[in-house]
Structure formats: C-alpha cells, structure tokens
C-alpha cells in the first residue's frame, strides 16, 4: 500500500464473526482495517497476543477505536477517511429487549448509513440475519431472497434486524453509497462463544440428552471463514465496475455453507466430538413451550436481580424444533460466493479449537452445580443453595412473615390481597418519610419505575397466556381425533398429578412447598451424580415402558 492508505471500518469488530473478517482483511492486504467495538479499549486474548491482529496493530495496518453506534457525532469521527464499511455490529440475540435492539439496530444504521452519505463512503456491506424472513411459526426449505418480511417476527431481534436492512437496501445509490446486506445462517467456529459453550453447559447439566420436536428439522450452518469470505466476495463485486456492480448493489444475499443437515445431527457431532453423549430423548415442542414461556416470565421478574438469560425461551424453542434452509444461488451468481471451508472441516476444527471444554478435562464439579445452573446461577441460586447465608435467612424470614400473616389466618384471596396491599401501602409511607441517612446508613428511595410495568412486558404476558391458549386448544383438537393414545396418556398422567396436587389445601403447599425449595435444590447439589443415576435409570425404564405401550396400542388398533 505505498503511498495510498486506504481505510475500512469494522463495526462490532470484536464480535465473533467479525474478529475473523478483521484477520481476513489484515492478510488481504488491500485495506487498513479500523476496528470499531464499544469497548474503552482492545483486551487481545491469548490467542491473539502473539498473531496477526498483535501484529497489525503495533505495525499500524489497524487500529482500534471506541464507537457507540447509537452516537452520531462518535460514528463521523471514527468512518472520517473510510473507502468501506462492513457493518457487523449488533446486540446479543437472546436479549429480547425492544428498546435496546431498536436503538442500535434501528437508529444505529440509520447513523451508519448517515456518516457514509456525509463523509462520501464509497461501500457499506450490512450484515445481517435469515431471520428477517422468519415468523418462528413456519419452517422455511431452500428458502430464496424473493421470501418477504413476515407481518410477525420471532424476536425483537429479527425484527429491528430486518428493518435495518430495509434502511441499508434503500440507501443504495444515495450520493455514491452502494450498499448490500449479507445473511449468513447459523454461524459456528473457533472462537464462538454462544453456541458450542451452551452445549457444553446443557450437557454438563445432564440437559443434552433432550431432542426438542420429532429431531428431523433441516439447518444450514456456515462456518465462520465462510461468513468473513462472503463479507470480502461483495466488497469485491460493489467495487467492480460496470454490471457486476449493478447486479451485486442493493441486494440481500443468504450465505451458508451449501450442505443442509439435520439440526439435531449437527448438534450430536459436536457433543459427541468433546466426548458427550448424543440427545436421544424427544420432547414435542408444544410441550416444552408453556416452560418457556413461565422462563422468560420468570427472567423478566428476576432478572434485574441477577438472574443470568435463560437458554430455554419461546423464540429458541421456535428456532431448534423448525426447519430453516437457505439458497446460496443469488450470491454465487451476484457476488461470486463460494464456501471455502466444508462443513466437516469446518465441524473438525470447532471441535479442536475447544480442548478445555471436552467430557475428559471437566473437573468434578465442571463449573457451576446443575441446580446453580437450574435456578439462573444469579442472586436466586446463591439464596436457594445457601451461598448467600444472609440473603437466605433474609428469604426465610419473609416467607416465614407472610405464613403466619397471610397463610394462617384462613384467608380469602381477597381479604389476602386486601393485606398484603395494606402493609405495602404501610411499607412505602414509612420508607418515604424515612430521612435519607440512618446512622450512617443510606437509605434507598423507591422510585415509581419500580412499580411500572410497560407496555411491552404488558403484550409479552398476554401472548404467553395466548400461546399457553392455543397450544391447550391445539391439544383438544388432537384429542378430538381420537388417533393419538400417546397424547392421552400424557393429558391423563398431567391432570391425575393436578388432581392429586389439588387434595392439598394452600397452607400444605405452603408448607411443604417453601421448605422443599430450600432443601431438594440444597441436597440436589450436594448429592448430584448419585441423583442423576436414579433419574437416567428411571427415564431408561419410562422410554421401555413407553415403547411397550405404543407396540401394544398399535397392535390392538391393528386387530380392530
């Protein structure tokens, strides 16, 4: 590059994807690379400190900057000089938060694709996500890019995601600015930290034994290289001139790895690659959805307490139990796209770049207890499993408080309610009149946000109960037809336990209830190998019994 320093900025350039992207515009050599993260500064890992970024950096071929997408005035200052903008930045995609994937999705293209226009940025390549087109209801097969947006997305995600490549695809020839929008479909590789760590924790906690919907759900993967190279292949087409640019400008383009596999299959050979078992047990998705709908109910309560993202959530369960395949055909014709890296390559070295999270090098423990890891390993967890002796007896004494006030007495619900509104209206007056400091102490003054429930979370409750609704209505249908006895005895088995859980009166439940939270998850973690044992048994002698029911119904249904 002698004489002609020639810049492009990565957005979110600390991201997974994009950490590849960067070492591969480092050894293409056409570009010095600014790498734009919100972090204050670059914190190079292990792997890092003695290769090519290292290296880069300290020659000056890149460099590092803070960038708040959501900061005009910041994104002008770090794209001033930029000939190209790859656009890779994003929030966390299990954070179903409106206002935060809004805010960068949304208002932080619109500032991207602002300072590109201003400051006469030659190319903006936008990634984005197959979920743009997918309403977590519908499985897509060899879906193409005529798919429209759906009137409903799955997540907050997909949705602001989706209108952020409307914003990207209509700023196309804007003052010069071509601009393309690139989705690649489930990426793995090293250094990801979302999918292959999840597996590794769900199966540590005995959870990946579990197979969500019938297991025959078609996925296309792309390895990570394959994403970075599709990146640089419509940089490369947007700066051609002529046709090519035409044809390569104002596009989406799906990106895989060109070889659909069954999402489950995938998911076994990277368990059984670190040295786990395979999921074997299949659970049908409109089973495990009431779950995960009380999950996130359960995250949205608890989670300003400390309680970490739950894994099982309706939009994911959506996501593993569908089909979702893609067609390659339009980037391989508009921007040259090929994978370079297959899919057992790419599997083979995941697999290698996590030796310390393989079945033989876990400790005894292996991190966090499962019943840590069952109770969301936040505030929850240390109060159940008497980490945080203070908070525990803390608990207890309320619990015990609202016994003997509430439980005792024989209430109604309404004279119950009636209290408990009573000494909450005592509890704020006394707390509001209190002086700010207390012998040292200060006191916290409780603000009306606390108390506010928004609109969102308003809609997010009404759905779960409809969902809750319609996969209750979807199960009497199924019962109507009279042709599936498995779901009979599943309903029958549910409403006996109901009935049986129904002899007890409230203050029994209390009773048994309280005290077994804080004892069952307590011994549970103390004795957990042993448990599991007597449960692996159990389900192994449930699954033969199962299948012995099913070959005598459907013998007698044969004799009939």
């Known amino acids: 590059m002698p004489g002609d320093e020639k810049w492009c900025v990565v957005t979110g350039g600390r991201g ?21 993260d919100l972090g204050s500064t670059v914190d190079l890992e292990p792997s890092e400190e003695n290769g090519i970024l290292a290296e880069a950096l300290s020659s000056g071929r890149a ?50 694709i602002d300072a590109c226009t201003e400051l006469k940025v030659k190319r903006l390549i936008y990634t984005s996500s197959p979920s743009v087109v997918f309403d977590g209801i519908h499985g897509i097969v060899d879906g193409d890019e005529s798919l429209p947006y759906p009137p409903k997305h799955n997540d907050f995600y997909s949705a602001t995601k989706a209108q952020g490549e409307e914003l990207v695809i209509k700023a196309n020839g804007v003052k010069g600015l071509l601009t393309c929008c690139i989705r690649p479909s489930s990426i793995f590789g090293p250094g990801d930290r979302l999918l292959v760590p999840s597996l590794v924790v769900a199966a540590r906690a005995g959870k990946s034994k579990y197979i969500i919907g019938d297991g025959n759900n078609i996925y296309d993967f792309t390895y990570v290289e394959n994403v970075a190279h599709a990146h640089i292949c419509a940089e490369r087409a947007l700066a051609s001139e002529g046709t090519v640019a035409d044809k390569a400008a104002g596009q989406a383009y799906f990106i895989t790895n060109m070889e659909p596999i069954k999402f489950w299959e995938f998911v076994s050979l990277i368990l059984e690659g670190l040295g786990y078992e395979r999921p074997r047990i299949k659970i049908p998705a409109f089973v495990v959805m009431p779950i995960a709908h009380m999950v ?34 339009k980037a391989q014709d508009r921007i040259g796209y090929t994978p370079i890296v297959s899919l057992q390559d790419g599997l083979k070295r995941t697999i290698e770049a996590y030796p310390h999270l393989r079945a033989e090098h876990r400790s005894k423990r292996g991190g966090p207890s499962k019943a840590s890891i069952y109770l969301g390993s936040g505030r929850v967890a240390d109060t159940l499993l008497w980490k945080d002796k203070k908070q525990t007896f803390k608990a207890l004494f309320v619990l015990i408080a609202i016994y003997y006030s509430f439980i005792v007495p024989g209430s109604t619900i309404i004279t119950m309610l009636s209290r408990v509104l009573l000494v909450a209206s005592v509890f704020v007056f006394i707390h509001a009149v209190l002086p700010e400091k207390i012998l040292g102490y200060k006191i916290e003054k409780l603000q009306s946000s606390h108390f506010h429930l928004s609109e969102e979370t308003s809609q997010q409750i009404a759905k779960s109960v409809a969902s809750s609704w319609n996969a209750s209505v979807k199960t009497l249908k199924s019962l109507g037809q009279g042709d599936d006895g498995i779901l009979f005895l599943k309903v029958a088995l549910t409403l006996l336990v109901l009935s049986f859980l129904g002899v007890f009166s409230l203050q029994n439940l209390y009773v048994i209830g309280v005290p077994a939270a804080f004892i069952v998850f307590y011994v549970y973690e103390k004795e957990e190998q042993k448990i599991d044992d007597m449960v692996l048994e159990a389900l192994s002698r449930g699954c033969k019994l199962k299948s012995d029911i099913v070959k005598k119904f459907c013998t007698s249904k044969k004799i009939d």
């Open 16 to 36: 997974f994807a994009a950490r590849h992207l960067v070492q591969m515009l480092i050894r293409y050599d056409v570009f010095l690379v600014r790498i734009a």
């Open 63 to 112: 460099q590092y900057v803070s960038l708040d997408l959501r900061s005009k005035s910041q994104v002008l200052q770090v794209f001033q000089g930029a000939e190209v903008v790859f656009h890779m930045a994003a929030p966390n995609s299990s954070i179903n938060n409106y206002k935060l994937h809004h805010s960068v999705n949304v208002e932080g293209t619109q500032n991207v």
């Open 296 to 329: 996130e109910l359960t995250y949205k309560l608890l989670g300003p307490y400390g309680m970490k993202v739950p894994q099982l959530t309706p939009s994911r369960i959506r996501l593993l139990s569908c089909t979702r395949s893609f067609k390659c055909s």
